[in-house]
């Protein structure tokens, strides 16, 4: 009875129609679809993505617990997966995230100097948002991006062979 | 464009950018052809996977197992659903391939995929692609719709009896889950740690059923093997390296670029196509096959050939084919301890050596990058990096010691500098 | 080479094997000893800590790496090596790796001296740490009054984990963050709530979860073990008792495949705080002009034999914890019935007991324990069953897991861990689903029978299916044992069963209940079985026809009986109160005339009888405390200063055997002896704007010695008084929850009575129902555990 290869359902017992918004519930619906009823579990990674992105891109616990209940999953095994991936975040965020790859295809075409640049004229470290709330500042592992190095995801946008003058210009143009 | 580049995954890309990833386009270039003739002929899919033994062609995620023997691992008699996932979750260093391909050609790996469901006995497939890719995927979504509405997926397709559903799954930035077990732990929506074997996917896999997982590139060829053949694909490369090849050329590259060329085309050659090192310097060494191979010197590789065994012989692997070109005036000591954070930062943290050693490592080597090593360091990192190879379940293990072991091994000298001194051999120089 | 076994050789030694089993089982088996900390043979393979590295080969072939011995199965003619250079190579590096984020401060760790990594690494370890670096410190979690935390010695195997997705049900620890970040821990920071939490501090290869009442209090090395008896349940799970300066320090579970595998519940491992209350009686006391005073034996023994002479055989009713031995039960009867009396009994929630004459020979649990997981459908009637019998509830969530079909009958859903169908039948028409089931197998029988809907249906299929491959079972549980219509529902039940094709069983309620069917501690038993010329009065007739003396044996007479308020009120009445008792309470200390300070648990020799009807003997493992005797002892002397036949015996061992002798052919035997007359029910049906008490007795509650479990009490699982409700009763009521709540209730003797307590709103219940714990502080002022009640408003 490994709880390796066996769903990990355990039954929330609350009216789903309360969890999150209807909106958020029909998005999250057509993700179970895609599973064997028995594993509403996989769509706890569309899920959570889509409950982040609306709640102003971070995962409360609160809402976290949410998903557990609607897709009838232990609260902790909710915690693990949103912990385990690096595009969760379970801190507020600024109102956009710039994710800098520094693996070593970036690292070699200037991702290094792109970060100290982000860093001193924004004042804010790999991690960290902005004192004005306008961005988070990550370093991302390999972006899949590497033959545009440095590569920068600006929320759901790709930048390629960034240099500090571009990331300024795409900072600037970010409301 | 030399003739015999891009005849396989990338043979929508002398179309039109803006239109070369449609439906229509990739008719055009004999798209859907090889699936239609299997739905209508209901071929035995012995015969198809024997095709594919014949094409030679080996798993284009970086482990290089024949795709055809894998193929006919699966139970495919065996009552029950069966899975074909596909394994898009393209993240080692140095590898853009897949992206292109789901952003340039993403039918073909719908069809392959279709006909690898067919092959194994699957009527359900999903891709799962990296968290990160929300332009290739809805690319690959918008294919998978047209491919809906052309009846080319969904249930007893042109009245054939068969059934093939395909969906995307996302991930949401974990490099482990590349690794084929962590990828299926993801799928079914818990953290992904790579599983223990056996069981083997093709046993239970996804959902506990028999499964088989691809890389993008691998399913994508398919269909071009079928319309052309085993043989011509495997004349397309060399023996036993079948085929044609995605290459990602990156770092100290004039243009770096993604080549699909024939396996076995020399180095040398492909540096030149990407217009050779970057700022004319001198090539100093060679990661051939993604972060996680033995980095190769430069002089090495010059007279090595691009094939799976040409590489093996030069202390390497051909890996993902992501070749990252590092040129003289690098520091070596640098580049790996990016590398070892890299591997700290993606362990699962299930296994003991990977997760407490991963991070002993790039610990090590931050010290001596600041200055504070120690000349035992350097055999302490070695020895290190030899307990986490081969003792941990999944291959991440040993793709975070063998970055360390070959960097020791050739670049010894200025490990032993910054060591010694304080700062960096080249970087000083 | 035969087709199931397989042959290999583990260290030059040939082992035979199943196959498909894992290389470390059958080294196990063999005694070849493999390092591991992941590992553990009732959860899960995880192969993640990769200490049991072993070189192998297949067919000559030597596999390239080392590999888990874990989770890799023994192939015919597979070599392995456990000790060759590679794989002591492999087991020294993960070795090193465990130790250099671990703190190597085991002088002050809680777990030095018994601690697995502690162990293996003085085999695997070296002297010397190369690791230069910070070493890792995590943040703790308070996991509640029973497990401590340190975090930082976590070695994440997680074993603690897969205890809790795949035995206790309940993810509460999970394993966040990834990498080196990975942690263990609830994330939230919340207690455990888990009736078998404690079982994560065993399987805890390292000092990062401890037992918190234990902590820092001894050393492994300074402690003696021996042998015991868990006395709560009807598991009666074997236990290890650790011991220093006459004292039980701890509690740990002893391995028994057929009882209680390697675990215990909570409650056998934290109830001996217990034995250090402040409440301990620790002298014999006498009551002079209504003031207490510590005498001596002597005279307190003089006391006692004047106090039950005086009554007179038929006025003397003797009232004994079902938790008491074996041994003292058996004295106890031997007492009264040389007294001339057969007025004895342990059944002490028991109301209904018109239906004796039906009682079965030695009603037990109707299959063997480890059998309860092989079944393929449980029918449970009246059983909070997690509360009531932690491990066995464990065993039928794995018959579940394998696919069985549970189902319950309770006047309140239950929280199973597991897949189940639940109906809360309507108390005021007992029986009706049980009537209904049989309407669906085809043997209705006359009186109310509830609609059969769906649920009925599924239930009576499963039990019909299972009834047929003889592995179906029909359970009556504590709550059912507690209900006014008890004699009639056992029929039924029994009914369901036979016409099903199924077994029936008992739950037995207290540690030793099954033992009173064989000492002969009831009003129509005699030892081995056999009746009496005449039945005695039982535990509710002694009470509602009250004695002139009585005798109580271990109890507390406001918690431990059917009706509190008829109870105290009887002995208050009564002019001769001898009370054998291991602690001191307001309650006695009201009715009693002399106090004689008995053994407690773990502190006299004696014998338990499961609910399996298991015999299973244990030692006194420490002195009572202060002047208290072990209970056998007290009752001997009380024999024999009676001048009374029978009470010679040298140890606990004789009277043992002298008992043994005489039921060596009593069986266990559910069989019902005669049809079940219709029972008067009229007094226990709640009239209108009357809602039905339901007096569960919380887990913690049970009796005297783990009610003053101090660290028990703090757990969530602890219930105080409180009044839950169903959702439409409540509105109904114009109560809402956590507002104070005025019940009212007519004790058996018509007494009336009242408490406020809280309501607590929960669907669970069903409607017309009030669940009123029995047992808690507070609802001693309360009537019958089970029968009509009035709610309204406090203070309205």
């Known amino acids: 009875m490994s709880f390796r290869n066996t769903p990990l359902a355990v039954i929330h017992d609350v009216d789903k129609a309360t969890l999150l918004t209807p909106e958020l519930r029909a998005e999250i619906d057509k993700h179970v679809a895609k599973y064997p009823p028995e594993w509403k579990q996989s769509a706890v990674m569309p899920a959570l993505t889509l409950v982040q992105d609306h709640n102003g891109g971070w995962l409360s616990r609160e809402l976290m617990d949410q998903v557990a209940a609607y897709l009838d999953m232990p609260e902790t095994a909710v915690y693990e997966v949103a912990t385990f991936y690096a595009m969760y975040d379970l801190e507020p965020v600024g109102r956009h995230k710039v994710c800098v790859c520094n693996s070593v295809s970036c690292r070699l075409g200037g991702a290094e100097e792109l970060m100290h640049h982000i860093e001193k004229k924004y004042n804010v470290a790999p991690g960290g948002t902005t004192a004005d709330g306008k961005l988070t500042f990550k370093e991302f592992e390999c972006l899949g991006a590497c033959r545009h190095a440095p590569a920068v995801m600006v929320d759901k946008v790709y930048h390629e062979c960034v240099t500090p003058e571009a990331i300024d210009k795409i900072i600037d143009d970010l409301d | ?429 | 080479m035969s087709d199931d076994k397989i042959t290999l050789e583990i260290d030059g030694r040939f082992c035979t094997a199943a196959p498909g089993e894992m290389i470390i089982a059958v080294a196990d088996r063999e005694g070849i000893v493999i390092p591991r900390f992941c590992y553990h043979e009732k959860l899960s393979i995880a192969a993640n800590c990769r200490m049991c590295l072993v070189e192998a080969e297949q067919g000559g072939r030597p596999f390239p790496k080392p590999i888990p011995a874990c989770a890799t199965p023994v192939g015919e003619g597979m070599k392995v090596l456990t000790r060759s250079k590679k794989a002591l190579d492999a087991q020294r590096g993960t070795m090193e790796f465990l130790l250099i984020n671990h703190p190597l401060d085991c002088p002050i760790c809680d777990q030095g001296g018994e601690c697995e990594l502690q162990d293996v690494s003085m085999g695997y370890g070296e002297d010397v740490s190369r690791f230069s670096e910070r070493k890792r410190v995590v943040k703790d979690e308070d996991l509640g009054p029973l497990i401590a935390t340190e975090m930082t010695r976590c070695i994440h195997c997680t074993r603690c984990v897969r205890f809790g997705a795949e035995i206790a049900g309940l993810r509460e620890l999970g394993a966040t963050g990834r990498g080196e970040d990975m942690r263990i821990g609830t994330f939230v920071g919340q207690s455990m709530a888990h009736e078998l939490s404690g079982n994560i501090i065993d399987l805890c290869p390292v000092g990062a979860l401890t037992s918190k009442p234990y902590r820092f209090t001894a050393r492994a090395w300074e402690l003696t073990s021996d042998e015991g008896i868990a006395p709560h349940d009807g598991v009666g799970s074997n236990l290890q008792l650790h011991i220093r300066d006459g004292k039980v320090m701890r509690v740990h579970p002893r391995d028994n495949e057929a009882v209680n595998e390697c675990w215990i519940s909570d409650r056998d491992r934290f109830s001996y705080e217990g034995l250090n209350s402040p409440e301990r009686l620790k002298a014999p006391m006498l009551k002079r002009d209504g003031d207490w005073q510590e005498v001596d034996w002597q005279e307190a023994l003089h006391a006692a034999v004047d106090l039950l002479k005086a009554p007179g055989p038929d006025q003397l009713g003797v009232l004994v914890s079902p938790t008491a031995t074996l041994e003292e039960q058996f004295l106890l009867q031997r007492l009264v019935r040389a007294l001339g009396s057969d007025h004895i009994d342990t059944r002490l929630r028991q109301l209904d007991f018109s239906a004796a004459a039906a009682d079965p020979q030695l009603p037990w649990l109707g299959v063997p324990i480890a059998e309860l997981e092989t079944q393929q459908t449980v029918l449970l009637i009246g059983s909070d069953i997690r509360q009531e019998q932690p491990l066995l509830a464990h065993r039928l969530r794995k018959a579940a897991l394998s696919g069985a079909t549970i189902a319950l009958l309770n006047p309140y859903a239950v929280d199973l861990n597991h897949p189940s169908i639940q109906i809360a039948p309507s108390p005021s028409v007992p029986g009706s689903d049980l009537r209904a089931l049989l309407r669906l197998l085809g043997k209705p029988t006359e009186g109310p029978a509830a609609e059969p809907d769906e649920r009925h249906q599924r239930i009576a299929d499963a039990l019909t299916r299972a009834g047929q491959d003889g592995k179906g079972l029909v359970l009556l549980g504590t709550l059912a044992e507690s209900a006014p219509a008890f004699g009639l529902v056992r029929a039924l039940a029994a009914e369901v069963a036979a016409a099903a094709g199924c077994r029936l069983g008992f739950l037995a309620p207290a540690a030793n209940s099954v033992g009173s069917w064989c000492a002969g501690s009831l009003p129509h038993r005699l030892p081995g079985g056999a009746a009496p010329a005449r039945p005695g009065l039982d535990a509710g007739a002694m009470l509602t026809d009250p004695r002139q003396g009585y005798l109580l044996w271990g109890l507390e007479p406001d918690r431990d009986l059917a009706d509190p308020t008829l109870a105290m009120s009887a002995l208050r009445a009564a002019k001769q109160v001898v009370a054998c008792t291991a602690f001191r309470s307001p309650a006695l200390d009201t009715v009693a005339d002399v106090l004689l300070p008995i053994s407690a648990f773990a502190e006299t020799a004696g014998t338990f009888v499961n609910t399996e009807a298991r015999w299973q003997r244990f030692q006194g493992a420490v002195p009572p405390p202060g002047d208290a005797r072990p209970g056998w002892k007290v009752l001997r002397v009380l024999g024999t200063m009676m001048e009374l036949p029978g009470f010679a015996q040298n140890s606990a061992r004789e009277v043992h055997d002298e008992l043994a002798s005489q039921c060596r052919d009593l069986t266990p035997d559910n069989q019902m002896r005669e049809a079940m007359p219709a029972p008067d029910l009229s007094s226990a049906t709640p009239q209108a704007a009357e809602l039905f008490r339901i007096g569960n007795v919380p887990i913690y509650a049970t009796d005297p010695l783990v009610r003053r479990a101090p660290a028990l009490q703090r757990t969530p699982l602890a219930e105080q008084l409180a009044v839950s409700l169903h959702p439409d009763d409540a509105a109904a009521l114009g109560l809402a929850d956590g507002q104070l709540a005025r019940v009212a209730q007519v004790a058996i003797n018509g007494e009336r009575t009242e408490v406020n307590a809280p309501v607590v709103i929960d669907d669970r219940i069903a409607v017309g129902c009030a669940r009123i714990p029995a047992g808690v502080e507070g609802s001693g002022e309360l009537g019958p555990i089970m029968g009509p009640v009035q709610i309204s408003k406090a203070g309205a």
Not at chain 2, 94 to 99: H, P, W
Not at chain 2, 268 to 289: C, F, H, N, Q, T
Not at chain 2, 322 to 329: F, N, P, Q
């Open chain 2, 1 to 429: 464009m030399a003739e015999n580049q891009n005849t396989v995954c990338f043979r929508t890309m002398h179309l039109d950018a803006t239109v070369r990833y449609t439906l229509e386009s990739y008719r055009s270039v004999g798209g859907y052809v090889q699936w239609e003739r299997i739905l209508r002929e209901k071929p035995d899919p012995d015969q198809l996977i024997d095709e594919l033994k014949t094409s030679a062609l080996r798993g284009r995620g970086g482990a290089g197992f024949p795709t055809g023997l894998k193929w006919s691992f699966m139970p495919r008699t065996k009552p029950g659903q069966k899975y074909i996932v596909c394994n898009s979750d393209e993240g080692e260093p140095g590898t853009c391939k897949d992206r292109d391909i789901m952003r340039y050609n993403p039918h073909q790996l719908i069809e392959g995929m279709a006909i690898a469901g067919y092959c194994i006995g699957a009527t359900v497939g999903y891709n799962y692609i990296r968290g990160e890719f929300y332009e290739p995927t809805a690319r690959f979504d918008g294919a998978l719709e047209e491919a809906y509405a052309a009846g080319l997926l969904g249930k007893n397709l042109l009245g054939s009896g068969v059934d093939f559903d395909l969906y995307t799954h996302l991930g949401a930035g974990a490099y482990i889950c590349g690794e084929e077990t962590a990828l299926l732990e993801s799928l079914e929506g818990k953290k992904g740690q790579p599983r223990f074997k056996p069981p083997f996917p093709a046993q239970a896999g996804l959902y506990g059923m028999p499964t088989t997982i691809n890389n993008t590139e691998t399913l994508a060829s398919v269909p071009v093997i079928l319309e052309k053949s085993g043989k011509w694909f495997l004349e397309q490369g060399k023996p036993n390296n079948g085929g044609p090849k995605l290459f990602s050329i990156t770092g100290h590259v004039e243009r770096p670029c993604n080549l699909e060329i024939p396996l076995g085309t020399p180095f040398k050659d492909v540096l030149e196509m990407a217009g050779g090192v970057s700022g004319g310097r001198a090539l100093k060494a060679v990661i051939p096959g993604g972060s996680s191979v033995p980095v190769v010197p430069g002089d090495v590789m010059m007279r090595t050939d691009m094939d799976y065994d040409s590489i093996a012989k030069a202390g390497s692997m051909l890996g993902s084919g992501a070749v990252i070109i590092i040129a003289e005036g690098t520091c070596m000591v640098k580049v790996l301890a990016n590398l070892a954070h890299f591997y700290a930062h993606e362990s699962c943290g299930q296994c003991t050596p990977c997760r407490e050693g991963t991070g002993w490592l790039a610990r090590v080597l931050d010290r001596i990058l600041a200055g504070n090593g120690r000349p035992q360091d350097l055999d302490l990192l070695d020895n290190v990096a030899g307990r986490i190879g081969g003792r941990t379940i999944c291959a991440l293990g040993d793709a975070a010691a063998m970055p360390v072991q070959s960097f020791l091994k050739h670049y010894r000298s200025e490990f032993e500098h910054l060591v010694e001194h304080g700062r960096s051999l080249v970087e000083a120089a």
